[in-house]
């Protein structure tokens, strides 16, 4: 069961299909970004700086709604978190 290629296709697609809300700021956009990591002698290796998101609830379109929010945005007020 395991080693059948089938099986394997349905349970890499049934992964797939569960993250499908992007790494990015519902707010204002910010997302991954890519570059170089430096080591001591100076030899580049790519890297992916992520930014600082926090999964919040949030009133959105008059909805609540939990959405990823990066830490800029809650800081700076740009967030309506809904009446407790």
Known sequence: MGSDPIYYLEVKLYFCTISSMSFKCKICGKAKHSGNSYSHS???????????????????????????VCTSCIKSGRVIKPKA
């Open 42 to 68: 100076h030899t580049a290796t790519k890297r992916v700086f992520k930014p600082n998101l926090q999964k919040q609830r949030l009133v959105l379109d008059g909805k609540v709604q939990s959405v990823l």
